[in-house]
């Protein structure tokens, strides 16, 4: 079935890609082997990142379900990384896809501009959301470091996806976990989001190129030295129109 699925990424037929690595992997799965019914699924799905992300994303989704449901998170980590890195690299095709609509009806364009926005926001909440969930792998794991390092990746791509009130709230549930409030990832998010409520560019980046950050995954570094992003009085704004007046003394 894996050699079908392998022909049939050699001639593109990128349909019969997944259908073909889905059905070797629940062969697998039927013989209780989750691991080789994980590995089918994250190869179907690397086979399909490029010409149809999504369906990548559901399978290594999958895949990673069921790691997960065996006890097996320690194995899953290489497909949480995958995953967060389909849903950032989203944002690529979607440019290049505005890119290409201005040879289309020019109603269809002003959609397009007018929706690009909340569709970048909601990937980057995707990959955030995925980045959580390898925390708590990593938590059942004891990997605590790469718990920690997941965390701190996830309130970057709140910050990259311009959500400072979601990037403060990501890092207020983490403090609740001692291993995380008194890491260096912890202190490098406190003083990104400091940074980021006095609308200071120069101490965003200067944050952005710590060796904290220099330690994450590649994905992960490259956001965080593009930002900031976005217009850093209208995230503090925000931040106090939908809570109450922040304590600058208080960071937790």
């Not at 990142?49 to 997960?68: N, Q």
């Not at 470091?145 to 309130?155: D, E, M, P, T």
Request: hydrophobic share 40%; net charge negative; aromatic share 10%.
């Amino acid at each position: 079935m894996e050699s079908a699925a392998a022909l049939a990424v050699e001639l593109g037929i990128w349909s019969e890609v997944a259908d073909f690595y889905r059905r070797a992997s629940e062969l697998y799965n039927e013989c209780g082997r989750s691991q080789p019914a994980s590995d089918a699924l994250a190869k179907g799905a690397r086979a399909l990142e490029d010409a149809k992300p999504e369906d990548a994303i559901a399978m290594y989704t999958d895949a990673c379900s069921l790691l997960e449901e065996d006890g097996k998170e320690n194995m899953a980590f290489d497909l949480y990384r995958a995953i967060t890195n389909v849903y950032i690299k989203l944002e690529k095709y979607g440019s290049f896809s505005l890119t290409n609509t201005l040879h289309y009806e020019a109603f269809f364009l002003d959609f397009v501009f007018h929706t690009k926005c909340c569709y970048f926001a909601s990937r980057y909440t995707d990959a955030a959301s995925f980045l959580l969930r390898w925390a708590v792998a990593a938590n059942k794991c004891n990997a605590l470091h790469s718990q920690c390092k997941a965390y701190l990746s996830a309130i970057i791509v709140y910050l990259s996806a311009h959500d400072f009130k979601q990037a403060e709230q990501c890092y207020n549930d983490c403090c609740q976990i001692d291993t995380f409030l008194s890491s260096d990832q912890s202190h490098c998010a406190s003083k990104l989001l400091s940074a980021y409520r006095e609308a200071d560019v120069e101490e965003i980046k200067r944050v952005a190129k710590s060796s904290t950050v220099s330690n994450l995954d590649h994905m992960i570094i490259r956001l965080a030295r593009k930002l900031p992003t976005g217009e850093l009085v209208a995230m503090e704004v925000n931040s106090l129109e939908n809570g109450e007046a922040l304590d600058e003394d208080d960071l937790t």
